[in-house]
């Protein structure tokens, strides 16, 4: 399925002059029907699979307990 600069900001949360960029840097595939560009959308399938395990990461992080402080006694 094909969507516009704005449905694939919105898609991304991310800014509609920062898409534009990503599409004339070549960053963000796209192709152009006299118009308007028109992005397809499942090519950000790995861009969600890869921050969803991120999201997964950092959560995992936090939630492990920190470990007990080891009280060393310096000899000096």
Same mark, same amino acid.
């Given at each position: 399925?094909?969507?516009? =600069? ?13 898409? &534009?960029? #990503?599409?004339?840097?070549?960053? =963000?595939?796209?192709?152009? @029907?006299?118009?308007? #560009? ?8 790995? #861009?969600? *699979? ?8 950092? @959560? &995992?992080?936090?939630? *492990? ?5 080891? @009280? ?5």
């Amino acid at each position: 399925m094909y969507i516009t =600069i704005h449905e694939a900001a919105e898609h991304l949360a991310m800014p509609v002059m920062q898409i &534009e960029k #990503y599409v004339r840097e070549g960053r =963000i595939r796209s192709v152009h @029907d006299g118009e308007q #560009y028109l992005i397809n959308k499942s090519q950000f399938t790995l #861009y969600f *699979e890869q921050l969803n395990a991120l999201k997964q990461q950092i @959560d &995992e992080w936090r939630n *492990e307990p920190i470990p007990p402080d080891r @009280d060393i006694k310096d000899e000096d």
